[in-house]
């Protein structure tokens, strides 16, 4: 059973992906997805590359990068590079992404969907270029409720040798509305003879994940939203799944006072403070959510102009001493 966290426009930056392992329980752990054009005319132009692809180079593995573009030279270029240079652990295709930018006018993402045998020959390409880096696809059920093809599709990648195949339950159409449909996704693995089949949508919790992953038949979960309020939720579907645990941890106030300046750290050394506080307050307001004394804490972390000031208020709020300040950089190492 593989636990993979899913690539998320905005979020699952390099600081986001470095939380997710801090957590732990994971198996893979997706970058935001990365165009294979703006790579192609940076490079050429040799101005700064996408911004996407910070932290790619050093980071902790394995590491999927997932990457769009409807043409099979430009993705192959880039897969080759992000191969041979970059030396990443799997690359990904988009073939999922409903957005007007990705599926309207750039004619990529869900918008191939339509077309698997064009799906089929961009894998084989990319496959042929990423020279021995594995390579996998992420797709919808199909366009709309009406053109549901996601099993041509997967036939198409199998084919091509991708893998492993991430399946979100809904269609293009659908965008986010709506419940995922993990039926359909079932109705896909009959058709498949190799490679994993990984189901995706609407898991909130490591409840859900374990249901999932007990009555359906994948070979692993990929989880978005609910990692985003919850990193730690792959480390509770892992104990789950091997010490069959039935009270599943939360962190403890010291743990999360430690990650969250960790984070801040991360986040402050791809982002200005300002934004690096942007960023951090969104997401400890979906953890405080529910908890005691939450709307003070929302409030009280929207006024703060400093990462110093902030990581107070954290340890407050989590009933810890001021320990780990943002400016220790052994944070991560003081417990
Ligand atoms: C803010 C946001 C950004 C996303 N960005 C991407 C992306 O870059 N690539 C991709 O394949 N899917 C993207 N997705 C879709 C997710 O990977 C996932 O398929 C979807 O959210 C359903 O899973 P969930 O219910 O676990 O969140 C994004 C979703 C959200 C909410």
Redesign the pocket.
């Known amino acids: 059973m593989i636990l993979y966290s899913?690539?998320?426009?905005?979020?699952t930056h390099y600081a986001f992906r470095n939380l997710l392992r801090l957590f732990g329980g994971v198996d893979l752990i997706a970058t935001?997805?990365i165009s294979a054009r703006s790579f192609t005319e940076m490079e050429a132009r040799r101005r700064d590359l996408p911004s996407r692809l910070y932290g790619i180079k050093d980071e902790a593995r394995p590491l999927t990068v997932?990457i769009w573009d409807n043409n099979p030279e430009t993705l192959s270029f880039f897969a080759n590079r992000l191969a041979s240079e970059y030396k990443v652990s799997v690359i990904d295709l988009?073939f999922?992404?409903p957005a007007r930018q990705i599926a309207g006018k750039n004619e990529s993402g869900a918008y191939l969907l339509q077309y698997p045998e064009r799906i089929g020959d961009i894998v084989r390409r990319v496959v042929g270029a990423a020279a021995g880096t594995p390579v996998s696809a992420?797709i919808r059920l199909g366009r709309t409720r009406d053109t549901v093809n996601a099993a041509d599709v997967a036939q198409a990648v199998e084919d091509a040798g991708a893998v492993s195949l991430t399946v979100?339950g809904r269609t293009a159409a659908d965008m986010?509305r709506g419940k995922?449909d993990w039926d359909e996704i079932a109705k896909i693995k009959p058709k498949l003879r190799t490679i994993r089949l990984i189901g995706?949508?609407?898991?909130g919790s490591a409840e859900e994940a374990l249901f999932r992953l007990r009555n359906y038949p994948v070979d692993g979960v990929?989880?978005?939203?609910?990692c985003v309020a919850k990193p730690w939720v792959f480390r509770q579907i892992k104990q789950s799944l091997t010490a069959g645990e039935t009270a599943l941890q939360e962190p403890s106030g010291q743990e999360m006072s430690r990650i969250v300046a960790v984070h801040l750290a991360a986040l402050r050394q791809q982002f200005t403070e300002s934004v690096a506080l942007a960023l951090i307050r969104k997401m400890m307001c979906r953890f405080i959510s529910g908890l005691p004394g939450a709307r003070k804490f929302r409030n009280d972390i929207c006024a703060v102009k400093s990462a110093d000031a902030f990581m107070t208020l954290v340890n407050r709020q989590w009933g810890v001493d001021n320990k780990y300040p943002i400016t220790d950089n052994k944070a991560d190492s003081a417990e």
């Open positions: 899913a690539p998320m426009a905005g979020y935001e997805m997932q988009n999922g992404c992420k979100h986010y995922a995706n949508g609407d898991i990929m989880i978005g939203r609910g």
